[in-house]
């Protein structure tokens, strides 16, 4: 008798998941805001069980993994997202956005660097990754240096020479900032943010107005033809 108990007891659990994923999903939801860690792992990997595709359940189960420091869990969870057809960029996002209302954002860099050693596969979606998180933190020093484990498969990309050369410039080398620039502009001549960024290097001469003029002829802008008119005719 208490078999059949059991046996009724799970079948109804299971009708009423599968009757009301919404009901589900609103679960995961609030044990996530609630920073029950454990439970929001769970539920949100029922909930991706329920819906492979549902990217921002991937990015709970990720982010609450990582808040209980069940660090074996990430990149497997990682793994069954990408598997679902779930886009790397997509994931990182929402994990981001997960992660600012845990008020756990400070572990993301290291979440990401996590997946890189566990799935060296991703090493440069992840640096392409941590490279953006820095340019938005001003962070010279990282900038550096995922700009250059980028370059070292594109040595040519003008953004990532940009991205180098800004953070060249965060860190006080001002002479190899304008050399990195003038290497984009080489790789690329068109590349009009490294046009704008090397003639506010320069200043107000000549070569700052020819490469202001030249970049609004590619990307007309409002600033661009503002700083234009504080230059010396």
Known sequence: MRFHI????LLLTVS?????????????LRA?????????QALAGLVTDADPTDTGAH??????????????AVPKAVERALGAGVPFGALTDSLQCSL?????????PAILEDIASAMPYLRRPVAARLLDFYIRRRDGEKMVSYANILLAGRSDSPEYLDALAWGLLYCGSRDQTEATWRQALAADPGYAPAMIALASLLGD???????????DSIAPSPAIKAHLTNLRP
């Open 6 to 9: 059991i046996i009724s007891s």
């Open 16 to 28: 009423a998941f599968a009757a009301e994923p919404e009901a589900l999903e609103r679960r995961a």
């Open 32 to 40: 996530f805001a609630a920073g029950e860690w454990a439970s929001a």
């Open 59 to 72: 990015a709970r189960l990720i982010g609450a993994a990582a808040m209980r420091g069940d660090s074996a």
């Open 100 to 108: 600012r209302q845990a008020e756990g954002y400070a572990l993301y």
């Open 205 to 215: 001469c000549d070569e700052a107005k020819s490469l202001l003029i030249k970049a």
